[in-house]
C-alpha cells in the first residue's frame, strides 16, 4: 500500500515493561520450580464480583432471553438508570452539581482517556510524571506537544502547577488518587490546578479512577474544587470500585458549562461517542447500577477495605523500616524508594530472587519513576502479610 | 477556555434524521390514539438472544462471582477462545488466512469503523452514498477530503471503481451486504475493487457486518477475493448475527500482509487498541463464542432466517407492484424507489398516514438516497405480513 499512516504512532516509544516482568518471572520460576510467587506487580483486582452484583448481572442476561425484556441498542450515552446512579454517588462524595445529563457512560476509563484527545485541537499538554502511561502515549499519537509536572520525593509526587503568567492554554492530565503513586491531593493542591486552568484558560482532565480509595479528608472528585465546572472534565471507572476490570464499564463527566468561543465542549464528546461508539452492553450497565447502591455498595465497600487493610500492612513496615514512600492510605498503591540508591529493575531481581515477590519498577511510569517502585494491594491478605514479613528482614 | 477544539467536528453535518422520525411519529399518535404502528424503520434487532447464548453469558457471570475463576484485565485484542471461534468461522465461509492472530476482538463495528482512522494519515477518501452515515461523518472529524462513489439506480447501488489511472492512494469505504440499500457485492464486483487497491496502493475497510445474511452465491468476506491480504481490514459485528445490539461485541481483521513501506498497519491497530481500549467483558466474550458453535449457531441461523422470510415476503410484494427495489435477499433491508418520483419523506408522511408504517427515508443516508425509503426486515413476522398487506394497495 502507498497510502499514509499516522506516522506519530512510530513516535511512541515501545514499552516491554510488563513482557519484561514476565520473563524474568519465567525464569525465576524454571531455575526455582518450588519456589512460591507473591504477585504485586499489575494493578488488576482479584476478588470476585459480589453476588448483590452478579445477581443483577444474571437477572439482566435473563431479560436479554426474553422477547418482552428484550434489549437492542443501548442509548448513546447510558441508561438513564445508571447515570442517575452516578450522579447521586457525585451527591454523596459532595458534588451535586454533577447531574445525570453530563454523565457519559463508556465502556472504561481507559477508553474515554484515550479518545478524549480526539475532540481536542493541537494544544500543549501538561502531563505529571511519574504517571499511568496512556495519557502520554495517546497525546503522541496525536502529534502533541507534551510537557512534565515534576514528581517526586520533594512534593510528596504531588506536583503543583508552574507559573500561570506566560503559560499557553494547555491540556492539563491529574491522576487522584495517582496510578502508580498512590499519592492524593488535598484541596489546596487541587485548587491551585483549578486556579491555574482558570487564569491560563485551560483544560483539566481529571482522572478519578481511584476515587473509592480515599478515606481521609482529601477530594474525591474535581468538582468539590469551587470553578472546575468551568475547565475540568472528569473520568472515572467501576475497575477499581467494583471490581469491573474484566466488566468494563467507566463514564466521563463534561459540563455543560464548560465553553470554548461559546461552543460547548459537550456537545463535542457528545458527538464523538454518538459517532464512534454505540454504547455499553445492558448487562454490565445493570451490574454497574446494582454496585452502586444497597447491598451493591455495601459488598464493594468491604472489597475495598480488604485492599486497604493490605495497603496499610504494607505501609506500616516501609514505615518501620525507615523508607520513603508515597500511598498506601488512600490508594491500593505503594510507590516506595528503592533502598540503597538501587534502580528499579535492581530491587525488581533482589526482591524476586530473595522473596519470590514481583512488583513493578518505578521506570515504566516515566523518567522519575527511576530508583521507584510500586506494589500492589491487590493480592490476598495471607500473600500480602507473607510479603510484609520478608520485607521486614530487607 | 481558551484551549484549541478539533473544529473538524464543526463541518460534521447535524443529522435530525430519527429524531425528525421520531417527532412525526409522536404527532401521529397523538392525533390517532387508536392507530396501530408498524416499525420497520431501525435497524435494530427485536428477537431475544437464544438460550444456548444466554446460559453461556449466565455461566460467565457464575464464573465472575467466584475467586477461583473470577476474570479480570480481558487479553487486549480478545480471549484466544474467541479470536479462534471467529477464525472458524471464516474457515466456513471460505477464507482459511483469517487466522485468530489477526482478528482483534471490539465492543463493536461501529467502535472499530470510527477509530480506525486513527491511525491512518491524510489519505482521500473514497465512500460509496448512499451509506452508513458513520464512514462520512468519523472522516471529517479527521478533516479528510471524501469524495463519493454513485450508488444508483443504473448499476443496483453497486458502485465500481472509477479509472485507477490518476487516482491516489486512497482509503475506500466499502459496504456489502450495504446498509441502506441492501445490495450485495457479487464476485466480479468486489474483485473490482481489489484490483482498484492494488493498482492504486490504496486501502480498502471493508465493513461485513450483514455478512450472515447472504444465501446466494457471493463474497462473504474480502479475503475470499484474491490479493484482499495485501489491500484491505474487514470490520464484522455480532450485533445482527447473534442478535448482539444491546451486548456490544465486533471484530476486525488486520493480515499482517498489510504494509505501508515495510510498517506493518497490523502494528499501529495493535497499538492503537492496547492503548485506547481495554479489551471487551468476558461475559460478552463468552457469549459471542457460544453464539460461533453448536447449539448457539443453529439459534442464530434460525433467526436470521425469521428477519429473511419477513424480508422476502417484503420483496415479494414490490416486485408484484413493480416498484424498484435492492435488498431484501441477501438482507435484512429492502431499498426502495417511492412510487410516483415522491421524495422519501413524503412517502414517509404517505405511509405513517394511511398505514401507520415507520419506515427511514433515503435521503438519510447520502444525497444519492433522494426518492429512496429504507425498510428494515427486524419487526415481527406478524406485523410484517400485515405491511406486506397494506403496501399491497398502494
Chains 1, 2 share one sequence.
Not at 495517546?138 to 504531588?158: H, P, Q, T, V, Y
Request: aromatic share 12%; net charge negative; glycine share 10%.
Amino acid at each position: 500500500m502507498n497510502i499514509k499512516l499516522n506516522d506519530h504512532f512510530l513516535e511512541v516509544k515501545e514499552t516491554y515493561l510488563f513482557s519484561d516482568i514476565a520473563k524474568r518471572v519465567k525464569k525465576f520460576q524454571e531455575d526455582n520450580p518450588d519456589r512460591e510467587i507473591i504477585r504485586m506487580g499489575i494493578g488488576d483486582v482479584t476478588l470476585p464480583l459480589p453476588d448483590s452484583v452478579t445477581s443483577a448481572m444474571e437477572e439482566a442476561v435473563k431479560e436479554m432471553s426474553d422477547k418482552d425484556t428484550f434489549h437492542g441498542y443501548p442509548p448513546e450515552y447510558g441508561y438513564a438508570f445508571l447515570r442517575e446512579a452516578i450522579a447521586a454517588h457525585y451527591k454523596d462524595i459532595g458534588a451535586p452539581t454533577v447531574t445525570p445529563e453530563i454523565i457519559y457512560v463508556s465502556d472504561g476509563a481507559k477508553s474515554d482517556l484515550g479518545n478524549l484527545p480526539d475532540i481536542l485541537g493541537d494544544n500543549p499538554v501538561i502531563i505529571p510524571d511519574p504517571v499511568y502511561p496512556v495519557y502520554v502515549d495517546s497525546n503522541i499519537m496525536n502529534g502533541r506537544k507534551i510537557s512534565f509536572a515534576s514528581g517526586n520525593e520533594e512534593n510528596g509526587f504531588l506536583p503543583l502547577p508552574p507559573s500561570a503568567e506566560g503559560t499557553a492554554p494547555s491540556v492539563i492530565y491529574l491522576c487522584s488518587p495517582n496510578n502508580p503513586t498512590g499519592a492524593v491531593y488535598n484541596y489546596e493542591g487541587l485548587t491551585a490546578w483549578v486556579d491555574f486552568a482558570l487564569a491560563t484558560g485551560s483544560l483539566i482532565i481529571f482522572d478519578a479512577a481511584y476515587e473509592a480509595f480515599i478515606t481521609e479528608d482529601k477530594p474525591h472528585t474535581i468538582y468539590e474544587i469551587p470553578g472546575a465546572e468551568n475547565c475540568a472534565v472528569e473520568v472515572s471507572s467501576f475497575s477499581k470500585f467494583a471490581g469491573f476490570t474484566g466488566v468494563r464499564c467507566g463514564w466521563t463527566v463534561v459540563p455543560d458549562t464548560l465553553e470554548v468561543n461559546g461552543v460547548k465542549l459537550s456537545k463535542f464528546w457528545a458527538r464523538r461517542q454518538a459517532t464512534k461508539f454505540n454504547g455499553v452492553s445492558y448487562v454490565t450497565q445493570k451490574g454497574a447500577a446494582a454496585s452502586l447502591s444497597g447491598k451493591g455498595l455495601e459488598d464493594c465497600k468491604a472489597n475495598i477495605a480488604y485492599y486497604k487493610r493490605n495497603a496499610a500492612a504494607l505501609a506500616e513496615v516501609f514505615t518501620a523500616k525507615g523508607i520513603y514512600f508515597t500511598g498506601g492510605v488512600n490508594s491500593p498503591y505503594i510507590w516506595l524508594k528503592c533502598p540503597g540508591n538501587m534502580g528499579g529493575w535492581e530491587f525488581f531481581d533482589l526482591i524476586l530472587g530473595r522473596f519470590g515477590i514481583v512488583g513493578t519498577p518505578g521506570e515504566g511510569f516515566g523518567s522519575n519513576g527511576s530508583g521507584f517502585f510500586r506494589l500492589t494491594a491487590f493480592g490476598s491478605y495471607e500473600n500480602t502479610i507473607k510479603a510484609c514479613g520478608y520485607f521486614r528482614e530487607l
